[in-house]
């Protein structure tokens, strides 16, 4: 029964998709509510969409921050959405986590001590 329901609900979503894209030229936008609540429907069921939107949150940082505000304020079945395509952190082969590249500490100068000089050039003959 899942997987019936399971596709009902994918080809439902692939339906408003559609519908969507149809509408989205007109002057009014009612093709935008159509695209969300069809991709929302796709996502929820299909490992393949979530991870093309994974890839789309980890590269657009901030709109995932903008993801992350409104987050608390959407219903229960919007937010699994978001946190079935939460990014993760990207993985090594060998099963690694990446380890982010360390920030260097700013240099810090000794009181009394400004900005060392550089040496002084030979003259060229």
């Known amino acids: ?13 692939w339906i408003l998709v559609i519908m969507g894209a149809i509408f ?29 939107v994974r890839v789309w949150r980890r590269r657009y940082r901030r709109i995932d ?15 699994s959405i978001i946190d079935k395509t939460e990014p993760r952190p990207l993985r090594r082969a060998n099963g690694l986590r990446a380890a982010a590249a360390p920030v260097p500490a700013p240099a810090v100068q000794p009181e009394g001590e400004g900005p060392r000089p550089a040496p002084p050039r030979e003259a060229a003959e």
């Open 1 to 13: 029964m899942a997987f019936v329901i399971r596709h009902i609900r994918r080809s439902l979503g």
């Open 65 to 79: 921050g903008h993801i992350y505000r409104v987050a608390p304020r959407m219903p229960g079945f919007v937010r």
């Open 24 to 52: 989205l030229p007109l002057p009014i936008p009612l093709g935008l509510p159509f695209l969300i609540i069809g991709g929302a429907l796709i996502v929820s069921d299909s490992e393949a969409a979530q991870r093309v």
